[in-house]
């Protein structure tokens, strides 16, 4: 069973830090591309960041210079670094596993806000 479990979303202030995490299943990992989407209340979801099975990484131009995607093959775990947070980066934020560019799998998505 596929699974692709999130953790790190939470509250932080304008200008903070967090990492959020997505461990998946070992043959997921290992074949799929992964990424970050996230979607703001009563916005389209946005596709944030990927990374290659080879570790190759595209961001969105509006987080670029401030997340950074990773990927640890040991820990079947992908990363997603983001500083310098601003509001309008609050979003729920799914993890998934995609594959020609098409999301197959998800995670169940954590929340993260920027406030004050």
């Known amino acids: 069973q596929v699974q692709l479990v999130e953790s790190g979303g939470g509250l932080v202030q304008p200008g903070g830090s967090l990492r959020l995490s997505c461990a998946a299943s070992?043959?997921?990992?290992?074949?799929?591309?992964m990424g970050w989407y996230r979607q703001a209340p009563g916005k389209q979801r946005e596709l944030v960041a990927t990374?290659?099975?080879?570790?190759?990484?595209v961001y969105a131009y509006s987080v670029r210079g401030r997340f950074t995607i990773s990927r640890d093959n040991n820990k079947n775990t992908v990363y997603l670094q983001m500083n310098s947070l601003k509001r309008e980066d609050t979003a729920v934020y799914s993890c998934?596993?995609?594959?020609?560019?098409?999301?197959?799998?998800w995670g169940q998505g954590t929340q993260v806000t920027v406030s004050s």
């Open positions: 070992r043959d997921i990992f290992s074949t799929y591309s």
């Open positions: 998934t596993a995609r594959r020609f560019g098409v999301p197959y799998y």
């Open positions: 990374i290659t099975t080879a570790g190759i990484t």
